[in-house]
C-alpha cells in the first residue's frame, strides 16, 4: 500500500513519468480537466482518489497489468 500526496484540490504536486518493464506512463496535472486517462490507468487513479490530471501510455503494449504496475510506480514516486 502507498501514500498518494495530492494538494487540498485532491490534484499531484507535478508532472510524473516512469517506465515499468515495456510499459512509459506520463501523468501531468490538468486543473479543470477532470480525469483524463484511458485502460487500466484510469482505474488505478480513481482509485487512489486522485483528480484533474492527465495520463499518457507512452508505449504500445496492451498488457493491462504492467499498464497499471507503471501507474502505482508513478505515483509512489510523487513527492510534495
Avoid: C, F, W
Avoid at 506520463?26 to 486522485?50: F, W, Y
Amino acid at each position: 500500500m502507498i501514500t498518494v500526496s495530492m494538494n487540498k484540490d485532491q490534484q499531484i504536486a507535478h508532472d510524473v513519468h516512469t517506465k515499468y518493464a515495456s510499459t512509459e506512463v506520463m501523468i501531468q496535472p490538468a486543473p479543470g480537466r477532470g480525469l483524463v486517462a484511458g485502460s487500466s490507468v484510469r482505474t488505478v487513479l480513481e482509485l487512489a482518489g486522485v483528480k484533474d490530471v492527465t495520463a499518457k501510455l507512452l508505449s504500445r503494449t496492451k498488457n493491462k497489468l504492467n499498464n497499471a504496475r507503471a501507474t502505482v510506480e508513478a505515483l509512489r514516486l510523487l513527492k510534495s
